[in-house]
């Protein structure tokens, strides 16, 4: 599920600022955010489809 991969990828995330260098860091928050904006519009298409607003 979604949710269950933006939260391993934030642990990844909070590990490798510690840990790796800027390079891996980067990317990861780059992945982190792709998958948290994957998130926000399927959340918002099912809202959409619950209320009918838009």
């Not at 790796?20 to 992945?31: G, H």
């Not at 792709?34 to 399927?42: D, F, P, Q, T």
């Amino acid at each position: 599920m979604l949710i269950d991969q933006i939260c391993d990828l934030r642990d990844k995330l909070n590990k490798s600022i510690l840990t790796k260098d800027y390079k891996d860091t980067y990317e990861l928050s780059l992945k982190l955010d792709k998958l948290i904006a994957e998130y926000y519009k399927s959340n918002k298409e099912v809202q959409k489809k619950q209320f009918n607003f838009f």
